[in-house]
């Protein structure tokens, strides 16, 4: 790829070395709905599974449609490698299953999906991998909560419902002390944000979302940034600098630089050693479901936080409208986040309070007509959810106040339909909601 067309557009249509397949010279990328590769001969097969040579040995590792959307997704976050696998929840998982192990800790954001609190709270945990949560708005939290068996810190970009954009470089900064690498969940802002950039290590993606775009597949992604060396610490990182008895003894941190001329061993030990392991490969065919996604997914992006930003100062003048959540609607220093680490927009997600409290929140989604009342985030289409009577029905007051979601907050994922049409929706089911409210109070 031209390093001067290092713009995300032309990344997401060009990233990576595809040009053509080899077999076919076809343009758009083959699904490859292959199990296996045939080997050339005995000392080819051997040198594959020794890791002397690369190259396909069977699709659970990887496969030549992944490796494009692999190649696109590393060069899109300004990464070296990437893996995919078959979800979002897969790359969260196997990006902490890579560098800690039972006894090991790990320094996360409160601010968090509420799938990845679940996977850290109850099965983690379970496998004797603590979590242990720090508030980002002072990322000082992070740092008096290492010890000499953290592992990583991990946070997320834009995450709902507070929508405060996480504090990238100071966190980094401060794991870097230490020796102690980022894991960035940039599900929610690829494009306006590259992690990398701001000092991550390690960034994952729900690619089922943005980066997918159209709701069509569940797919995950985990990029090495290049950026983290592994073996300065060996106790730090004893997964990296140890002998792996299951790969014939070999010390990541030192044989795949060695091997590959890169410094990518978080990469290629989540793929050799993970997906062997624990399977969650992607399917082909999502792989080709979520190319064609990432094609669009800059002009998306730009599109979506648009129309987001025109929302924001509709429904800051609405009468039903008690709060508007947005990345920029906080006080200073956490706006100032915002300012600092989006590009391009401000993203595509708003939370709302309504004045009606919850019964006004129900009757808001159920008068939208146009956006989809649905669970999930990143689609096309705007999509609407009111969090107290489904995601978070089972909290809770307090534990609903601790997780940021009030009786009335309604979530929005702005899509990219006519703006027209987005506000028209908006207004006539807002209108309705207080009427919902009068209806249930008398
Ligand atoms: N990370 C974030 C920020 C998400 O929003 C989600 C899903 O909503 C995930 C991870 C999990 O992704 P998946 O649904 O692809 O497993």
New binding site residues.
């Given amino acids: 790829m031209n390093k001067k067309r290092n713009n995300p557009e032309t990344i997401a249509i060009h990233g990576g070395e595809y040009r053509s397949d080899p077999a076919t010279n076809a343009v758009a990328v083959p699904i490859y709905r292959t199990t296996s590769y045939q080997f050339n001969n005995t000392e080819h097969a051997a040198n594959l599974f020794a890791l002397k040579e690369f190259g396909n040995i069977y699709t659970r590792i990887m496969n030549p449609t992944n490796d494009v959307l692999e190649k696109r997704v590393a060069a899109l976050e300004g990464g070296l490698s990437c893996v995919t696998v078959s979800?979002?929840?897969t790359a969260?998982t196997f990006a902490v299953l890579n560098v800690a192990q039972a006894g090991d800790n790990i320094v996360s954001s409160t601010d968090l999906?509420g799938?990845?609190v679940s996977l850290f709270t109850h099965t983690l945990s379970k496998l004797g991998i603590e979590i242990r949560y720090a508030d980002p708005s002072n990322p000082e939290n992070f740092e008096k909560l290492i010890d000499d068996k953290t592992r990583a810190f991990y946070g997320?970009t834009l995450p709902n419902p507070y929508l405060r954009v996480f504090p990238i470089k100071e966190v980094s900064d401060i794991g870097r002390k230490y020796n102690i690498p980022l894991i960035m969940?940039n599900?929610?802002a690829p494009v306006i944000c590259r992690p990398i950039e701001h000092g991550a290590a390690v960034v994952i993606h729900?690619l089922?979302?943005y980066i997918g775009g159209h709701g069509t597949a569940?797919a995950?992604s985990i990029v090495d940034s290049g950026n983290f060396d592994w073996t300065a610490d060996p106790k730090r990182q004893p997964l990296f600098n140890e002998p792996d008895n299951s790969y014939g003894g070999v010390i990541w941190g030192k044989a795949v630089p060695e091997l590959t001329g890169a410094n990518v061993p978080f990469s290629v030990r989540a793929r050799v050693c993970l997906l062997r392991d624990l399977g969650s490969a992607l399917a082909p065919d999502n792989a080709f479901a979520i190319i064609q996604g990432l094609e669009t997914v800059a002009l998306r992006m730009r599109q979506h936080c648009a129309n987001a930003e025109y929302v924001v100062n509709f429904l800051k003048k609405h009468k039903e409208v008690t709060k508007v959540i947005y990345s920029t609607e906080h006080d200073k220093p956490i706006a100032d986040r915002a300012k600092k680490y989006l590009q391009g927009g401000n993203g595509p997600m708003i939370g709302i309070e309504l004045k009606g409290g919850i019964q006004a929140g129900k009757k808001f989604i159920e008068s939208l007509k146009m956006f989809y009342h649905v669970a999930?985030?990143g689609d096309a289409r705007s999509l609407a959810i009111h969090p107290a009577s489904t995601t978070h029905s089972q909290l809770n007051e307090k534990e609903l106040a601790a997780s940021g979601v009030t009786q009335s907050y309604v979530r929005l994922c702005i899509g990219i339909e006519h703006i027209d049409d987005i506000i028209e929706d908006l207004d006539q089911a807002l209108n309705k909601s207080s009427k919902g409210n009068l209806k249930a109070v008398s």
């Fill in positions: 979800s979002g929840q969260s999906y799938g990845t997320e969940d599900t929610a729900s089922t979302k569940v995950g999930n985030i």
